[in-house]
């Protein structure tokens, strides 16, 4: 098993939608959540972080952290042609060398 | 110019061949990294690297090695390629003095086909 789980989708949704992301994950030491976007050809790059349980806001953005279930979510409302991309969670322990990331999930929005 | 840089952007070769990736950053951060990213499996890590002096396994280094040359490069080799080495490859830096999470800036990328 996976120490972190995300589903690859594809996953297509109209202009406007409202988009959920999830990851699960196995190791209850995590402390750190991210989520990455990545354009085709390009490297990912860092959207949202989150500290430990909770939910953070930032535009249309917002992610959450559930520790207890062990999933986060990424949500992003009105969605936009510009959003599609592979969204990659990615997580870390306290005073952890590496990140684990997700599979990745592919995303289109059609205008 | 891009933080981090990355040469070739694609490659095509056979098997058996000597290929070397090169990375090269100047975001003076100390951290570097080297991933491979196939469909369906995500970013794995090869090999890392906290300081010139300082080289690391990561969960997928079979079949590849590395050289830190200087705090700026990092170079990935594939000392014999094979097919199964068909994938895109990422550079990617980090700064531990610039936040816990350890936030990546990645390089953008290079296409590796083995034929």
Redesign the interface.
């Known amino acids: 098993q996976k120490e972190v789980e995300?589903d690859?989708g594809p996953l297509s949704v109209p202009e406007g939608a409202i988009v959920s992301l999830n990851c699960t994950y196995s190791n209850s030491a995590f402390q750190?959540f991210?989520w990455y976007r990545q354009y085709s050809?390009?490297?990912?790059?860092?959207l949202m972080?989150t500290?430990s349980s909770g939910n953070k806001e930032d535009g249309r953005f917002t992610a959450q952290v559930d520790k207890s279930s062990k999933y986060i979510s990424l949500f992003i409302r009105d969605s936009q042609p510009s959003d599609s991309a592979t969204y990659?969670c990615a997580m870390?322990a306290?005073g952890?060398?590496?990140?684990v990331?997700?599979?990745?999930t592919r995303l289109t929005i059609n205008p | 110019d891009a933080d981090v840089t990355q040469t070739p952007r694609n490659r095509i070769t056979k098997t058996g061949k000597r290929i070397m990736l090169e990375c090269s950053q100047t975001k003076g951060h100390d951290r570097m990294y080297w991933y491979r990213q196939d469909p369906g499996l995500g970013l794995r890590l090869i090999y890392y690297s906290f300081d010139v002096k300082d080289i690391n396994k990561g969960e997928i280094s079979d079949g590849y090695s590395v050289s830190r040359q200087a705090q700026a490069k990092f170079s990935l080799s594939l000392e014999s390629a094979i097919p199964n080495q068909t994938a895109l490859y990422f550079c990617a830096t980090s700064d531990p003095t610039g936040g816990a999470y350890n936030e990546q800036f990645f390089g953008p990328g290079t296409r590796l086909t083995v034929l």
Do not use: I, N, V
């Open positions: 995300q690859p750190y991210m050809r390009k490297g990912p790059e860092l972080y500290y990659l870390s306290q952890a060398q590496k990140l990331f997700g599979q990745g």
